[in-house]
C-alpha cells in the first residue's frame, strides 16, 4: 500500500483549496485501501463510468489519466461527446508532444489564447514553457518564473494542485539542468522522485538525474541510472532498458574512462569508447561517414583528432543549436584533456 499522504496538500497548500473534485476523493480512497496498480485501475474505472459535465471534474480526470501515462485512454476519453474542446484541446498538445511537433506556431497559438479556470490556466503556462523547451529554447522559463508560480498557488483543486505541482518541478529541473546549475536541477529531480510517480516518470526522473551528475563523478551518475534501468526492467519496457544500456551506460562509462566490460550497438556511443579504448582510427572511420555531425558527434570527432578549434566549434553548437549549457561542457572537458 502506498503512502496516500503524499497526495494530500499540506495544512498551508489546504488554505488554497475551495473544492476537492470527486475523482480526488475516491482516487485517495482506493490509495488507503489497495496497492498504487489496484488504485490506478479502480480510479480509472470510475472515469471510464462517469462523464461529468463540470469543468473542474473534466480536467482532473485528464490529468490524472495523462501522468499516470494512459495515453490510449486519454486520448479515448478527451474525444467523448459533452468533454470541453477547450479542455481537449490543451491535451491534444500536451499529447502531440510526444512526438516532438512542438513548432514556434504552436507557442504562438499557446500566446493567443487565455484561460480563467486556475488549473486550466497554469497548465496552459506549463504547455507554453514546454513549447519553448521543445525547441530547445531552456530559458524560456524565466520569462514566465513568477506568472507559473502565481497560478500555481492559485490552482483550488487538490488532486490537479499535486499534478500540477510535479509538473512544475520537472520543469524546474530541466531549466536548471539545461543551463548549468546542477545542484538545483538535482534537488527539483529528488523532490519528483519522492512523489506518487508513474513508474515511467519515475524511470525519466532518474535516468535525468544520472546524466545531470555526470560531471560529479563516475559513481555519482551510475547509482541513479541503475534505478532507472531497474524500474525499466521491472515493467519491461525494452526501449527504456536500451536507452540505459546502449546510450547512457556507454556514455557516462567512456567519458569517466570506466569502459571495461562496456559495449553498445549504438554506432556513435561506440565510437566515444573506441576512442577511449585507444581504437582512435575506428572511430574517425566512422564518424566520417555521417553526413552532418550532431554537437555530440563534432565533440568525439575533435576529441579522436585532438582538434581544439572543433572542441570549441561543439561547445559553440551546444549553446546555440540547442540552447544546452550543461552539456557544452563536454567539448571543453575533451579540451582539457588533450591540453594536459
Known sequence: MVNYK??????????????????YTIYLNNLKRYSRIEALNQTR??????????????????????????????????????????????????????????????VHQLKAIRFTNPSMHCLHLFTLVYSYYDLKMY?????????????????????????????????????YWKTDNSILASRYAYKMINTELSPKRKYRMYHHLALCLLFDGYNSAIEPLSKALEIAERINERP????????????????????????????????????????????????????????FQESYMG??????DRLNLAHKRFIT????????????????????
Open 6 to 23: 503524499l497526495i494530500e496538500p499540506s495544512p498551508l497548500t489546504s488554505l488554497q483549496m475551495n473544492r476537492s473534485s470527486s475523482l
Open 45 to 106: 474505472d470510475f472515469i471510464f463510468a462517469h462523464t461529468p459535465d463540470q469543468l473542474s471534474e473534466q480536467i482532473a480526470s485528464m490529468e490524472f489519466l495523462y501522468m499516470n501515462d494512459l495515453f490510449d485512454d486519454l486520448t479515448c476519453w478527451m474525444n467523448q461527446p459533452g468533454i470541453r474542446k477547450d479542455v481537449s484541446f490543451l491535451y491534444s498538445i500536451l499529447m502531440d508532444r510526444r512526438q516532438r511537433k512542438s513548432t514556434m506556431d504552436r
Open 139 to 175: 530559458t524560456a522559463l524565466d520569462k514566465y518564473l513568477d506568472d507559473c508560480e502565481l497560478a500555481l498557488r492559485a490552482v483550488d483543486e487538490p488532486l490537479m494542485y499535486y499534478y500540477l505541482n510535479q509538473r512544475y518541478q520537472e520543469l524546474l529541473f530541466q531549466h
Open 240 to 295: 527504456l532498458i536500451d536507452s540505459v544500456l546502449h546510450r547512457s551506460l556507454p556514455f557516462i562509462s567512456a567519458f569517466h574512462y570506466k569502459t571495461e566490460g562496456v559495449t553498445t550497438p549504438d554506432p556513435v556511443e561506440n565510437a566515444h569508447l573506441c576512442i577511449v579504448k585507444g581504437d582512435v582510427k575506428r572511430a574517425k572511420d566512422f564518424l566520417r561517414t555521417l553526413p552532418v555531425l550532431t554537437p
Open 303 to 308: 576529441l579522436a583528432e585532438r582538434d581544439e
Open 321 to 340: 543549436e540547442r540552447g544546452d549549457h550543461f552539456f557544452a561542457r563536454v567539448p571543453l572537458e575533451f579540451l582539457k584533456r588533450i591540453q594536459s
